[in-house]
């Protein structure tokens, strides 16, 4: 409840189009995909990828860091991140295994994006078997063995030229856009809940807003809360 007051308290410093435009958004947003990017070094191309998250209403991605700090690009995203729940995995000797681990914990198959024994081409890959985990790599190098050992299935993009992979963020769009067009289509609950809808109004109201932790307290401070 202090919640939705504090979300109503905060819509009062937006204009009436702009909480139409996150409300609409958030409509259309989802947790049944997620991206998870493992050790990207070039910026640019892990930006893009987020930037094409945000087109394609995808919330969460998970940045994988053991030998590269990824670093946002400002002139790609064009502030797309700042609308993406961004989660970061540094602290540990192998933080792929971390973010697998917690991946599954929350129910999501891990799917490999790369070319494999037991692989699927793109237009048969199954979204109905449940939440899906897209893993990426490095350029060059792509997914690790952790990935591919941990994997619960493995994904590919049909290529029919002399060039062995697609770069990454080129592969980020073929594949969100075909799943999440498809996800879109079918019968599967993908939207979010209320609760996560008014979580994350809140956080965007508090970045679209001036001073909001000014706001926020002085909301508190109204309503005796602090």
């Known amino acids: 409840m202090k919640q939705k007051?504090?979300?109503?308290?905060?819509?009062?410093?937006?204009?009436?189009q702009r909480l139409a435009q996150f409300k609409n958004v958030l409509s259309q947003r989802t947790r049944y995909?997620?991206?998870a990017l493992e050790d990207i070094y070039q910026s640019q191309n892990a930006s893009a990828v987020l930037r094409t998250m945000d087109c394609f209403g995808i919330q969460d991605v998970h940045v994988i860091e053991n030998r590269n700090e990824y670093t946002i690009n400002p002139d790609v995203t064009l502030g797309s991140s700042k609308?993406?729940?961004?989660n970061r995995y540094n602290k540990q000797q192998n933080n792929t295994e971390k973010a697998i681990n917690l991946l599954k914990e929350q129910n999501y198959r891990i799917v490999a994006t790369t070319p494999h024994t037991n692989d699927v081409e793109l237009k048969d890959f199954d979204?109905?078997?449940g939440k899906i985990a897209l893993f990426m790599g490095a350029e060059k190098r792509g997914i690790s063995?952790?990935?591919m050992d941990n994997a619960d299935e493995y994904l590919k993009i049909p290529m029919y030229g002399f060039t062995e992979s697609y770069?990454?963020?080129?592969s980020a769009a073929i594949s969100l856009y075909h799943i999440s067009s498809a996800l879109r289509n079918s019968e599967i609950p993908w939207q979010?809940?209320?609760?996560?809808?008014d979580e994350l109004l809140l956080e965007w109201l508090k970045?679209?807003?001036?001073?909001?932790e000014l706001i926020v307290k002085d909301f508190l401070s109204k309503s005796g809360n602090i």
Do not use: C, G
């Open 5 to 16: 007051k504090l979300i109503e308290y905060l819509s009062n410093h937006v204009t009436e």
């Open 33 to 35: 995909i997620t991206v």
């Open 83 to 86: 609308w993406l729940s961004i």
């Open 127 to 129: 979204i109905h078997k």
């Open 145 to 147: 063995d952790t990935v």
């Open 167 to 170: 770069n990454i963020s080129v």
């Open 192 to 197: 979010l809940d209320e609760d996560e809808k």
């Open 207 to 212: 970045k679209s807003i001036k001073k909001s």
